[in-house]
């Protein structure tokens, strides 16, 4: 991983961007008739998956936009980044990224 | 075999050709009392103090690839229990105690070397962390003290106190110091394996047999095998054994890097962190510089880390010890870290019966590898969590008593 393409700049150095964690999260519509369980769930937990995995990015050192990326958590490999209004891509259940 | 002179002596007439194995590499029994999943230095005290403390003889260690090649085996060795909270004060200092006399207890030398600890404090904001942690780990009864920049340059003359963040005190833990990790693994299997527990190696846990709700066994790389109580130690690997036991465990596993320079001669005689230029640095036995790098800021499950996270460790290490420029490093290595959002672990019984998980440990557990062991061999055996690791329960994240150590625990290890 030491490219990264940025849906808007292209491909970039890798240490111009920083990963902000799970994406696809909604904040649940009405936090005060959720259960004590479903809020921590929604706060604290995440998931942690060896393979796949659907994330939250940002261009810090280029355009500072955000977008989320597809990435295989065993090779570091990058399998689509896509601008956050996009559709989620469809990915090949045997696509591995380019490392 | 006791290892002692006489031991030594009688080995040396036939050469050293005669020691016997440390342990054995039994084939797995079709049922266990209980079977520790992961065998790095947590699951090996497991197992140890299950056999030795609560007279549960009948365990197996199962160990996907071999003893202490996790996080065990690739850690930078420091041991210390000045955390800010209570709970955190009572496990750690519970484990320091325990190393204090670990090496007899186990008759292998873990070479725990107390050779005390330096946070460094570069800002006010800095002193005003080690202020606060510092007197919150006295109200503990827990030695640390308080160093201002003199006393700092006295007791590591080679530290160049005035660079671009100035030192400007530090919070010292006199107990605090290191061990030798391969020795901790080795001396616990070693022991274990003495009062009867199978450790099995290359033998990887891929399912849970679960009826109705409980725990059954395991399924594994080596055929099933029965147990009544069932501990996942499993660090970096955690949440993905959790996923197929069929809950969520809140970890993130990312890598942790560390690296080695070339032996020289004795240079640093004590540990030394630093929270704010983000580095620590000790000295092994064997003359190399031990260095602690950052983790990746991503879940990953490749085991090396970034280059740039390795960039970044160098000019705050150069800086702060300006003689490290011109010395080579010889190695580069990376674990899997399970971090948890407040910096704690997680000792916690689960939702399936008789199945209890030890991890979260992250960044900083290799200092409570007996601790943990202890009171996770007393949990699995009594049904109960002890008392000591109660606060740890996964619970805290949906009743919010969270235990936070982002301080502590940050950059320190
Ligand atoms: C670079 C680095 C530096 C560190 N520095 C420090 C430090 O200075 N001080 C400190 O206190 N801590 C430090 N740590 C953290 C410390 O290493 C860990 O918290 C601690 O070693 C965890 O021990 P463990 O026994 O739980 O995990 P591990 O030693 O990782 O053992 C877990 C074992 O489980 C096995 N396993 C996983 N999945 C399965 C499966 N399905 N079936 C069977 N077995 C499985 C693995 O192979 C592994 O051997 C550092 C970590 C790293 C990576
Ligand atoms: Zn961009």
């Known amino acids: ?99 | 075999m006791k290892y002692n002179i006489f031991s030594l002596a009688r080995n040396a007439r036939t050469y050293h050709q005669d020691w016997t194995r440390a342990w054995r590499s039994p084939e797995p029994k079709p049922e266990y009392e209980a079977i520790i999943v992961g065998g790095g230095g947590h699951g090996l005290a497991t197992a140890y103090y299950l056999a030795k403390e609560c007279g549960v003889r009948s365990v197996a260690v199962l160990e996907k690839g071999w003893l202490g090649g996790g996080n065990t085996g690739r850690n930078t060795t420091i041991v210390r229990s000045n955390y800010l909270w209570d709970e955190s004060a009572a496990i750690y200092e519970h484990s320091v105690k325990l190393w204090e006399g670990l090496s007899q207890d186990l008759n292998f030398n873990v070479m725990f070397s107390q050779r005390g600890l330096l946070h460094l404090a570069h800002t006010v904001h800095d002193l005003q962390e080690i202020g606060r942690r510092g007197h919150a780990i006295w109200l503990n009864g827990i030695d640390s003290e308080f160093l201002d920049v003199d006393q700092v340059r006295e007791m590591v003359p080679l530290m160049n106190v005035n660079g671009r963040y100035p030192v400007l005190g530090a919070l010292l833990q006199r107990r605090g110091g290191t061990a030798r990790h391969d020795a901790v693994a080795w001396g616990y299997a070693r022991k274990a394996d003495e009062m009867g527990v199978d450790i099995i190696q290359n033998c990887a846990v891929t399912g849970f047999d679960i009826q109705n709700g409980v725990v059954k066994g395991v399924e594994t790389t080596r055929g099933r095998i029965a147990a009544k109580k069932v501990g996942v130690v499993a660090a970096g690997h955690s949440s993905v054994l959790a996923e197929i036991a069929g809950f969520r465990m809140p970890l993130e596993s990312v890598p942790l890097q560390a690296l080695v320079s070339e032996p020289v001669k004795p240079c640093i005689d004590t540990v030394i962190m630093s929270n704010a230029v983000h580095v620590y640095l000790s000295q092994s036995d064997k003359g190399e510089l031990v260095v602690g790098a950052g983790s990746d800021a991503y879940i990953s499950y490749a085991q090396r880390g970034g280059f740039d996270v390795l960039e970044h460790i160098m000019g705050p290490l150069v800086e702060l010890f300006p003689f490290v420029s011109r010395l080579r490093m010889l190695r580069q290595w990376g674990g899997i870290v399970d971090v948890t959002v407040d910096r704690s672990p997680i000792l916690s019984k689960t939702p399936v019966e008789n199945l209890f998980f030890n991890c979260g440990w992250g960044t900083g557990g290799f200092k409570c590898t007996p601790g943990s062991g202890h009171v996770f061999a007393h949990s699995i055996a009594n049904g109960e969590m002890h008392p000591i690791a109660a606060p740890f329960s996964i619970d805290r994240f949906h009743t919010g008593a969270l235990i936070d150590e982002g301080a502590a625990a940050a950059v320190a290890h």
Not at chain 1, 25 to 37: G, L, M, Q, T, V
Not at chain 1, 45 to 53: A, L, S
Request: proline share 9%; charged share 25%.
């Open chain 1, 1 to 99: 991983m030491l490219q990264i393409t940025c849906p808007w700049c292209g491909p970039r150095d890798a240490v111009e961007f920083h990963c902000h964690g799970e994406a696809h999260i909604a904040r649940p519509e009405k936090p005060h008739e959720i259960s004590d369980a479903e809020w921590g769930d929604y706060i604290f937990f995440r998931k942690n998956p060896k393979g796949v995995h659907f994330e939250r990015w940002t261009h810090d050192a280029g355009c500072r936009r955000w977008f989320n990326a597809i990435r295989n958590t065993v090779t570091d490999a990058f399998i689509a980044t896509y601008a956050p209004t996009d559709p989620i891509p469809e990915i090949p259940t045997d696509d591995q990224g380019d490392a």
